[in-house]
């Protein structure tokens, strides 16, 4: 079983960067998808970006392409972020989940972390 733990989140301003990480244990993390999903208070939770287990593949939300890498380290059993030219829009907690496949659908993720909060001021 992998457990899964955000960091990086915090308050930023309008135009500028963040970059969160997703530290894994447990289970073979090399062998899972990782994924990037957010969630606004009282919304849905929405995807944001994907990635494959060997890294090759990456998959995005339209509101993430141009602005968002991810990326991750196999050896050190983590996954990041990189958000840069943030809009208040981005304002979210943001989950990282583990799976089979790069998809962009919750369900087809099986395990979650607690969650960052990022907070983009005008």
């Known amino acids: 079983q992998v457990q899964l733990v955000e960091s990086g989140g915090g308050l930023v301003q309008a135009g500028g960067s963040l970059r969160l990480s997703c530290a894994a244990s447990?289970?073979?993390?090399?062998?899972?998808?990782v994924a990037w999903f957010r969630q606004d208070p009282g919304k849905e939770r929405k995807f944001v970006a994907a990635?494959?287990?060997?890294?090759?593949?990456?998959f995005y939300a339209d509101s993430a392409k141009g602005r968002f890498t991810i990326s991750r380290d196999n050896a050190k059993n983590m996954v990041y972020l990189q958000m840069n030219a943030l809009k208040t829009e981005d304002t979210a907690v943001y989950y990282c989940?583990?799976?089979?496949?790069?998809?962009?659908?919750?369900?087809?993720?099986?395990?979650w972390g607690q969650g960052t909060q990022v907070t983009v001021s005008s």
């Open positions: 989940a583990a799976g089979a496949l790069v998809r962009a659908r919750e369900d087809d993720y099986d395990y």
């Open positions: 990635i494959s287990w060997s890294g090759d593949s990456t």
């Open positions: 447990g289970g073979t993390f090399s062998n899972v998808a």
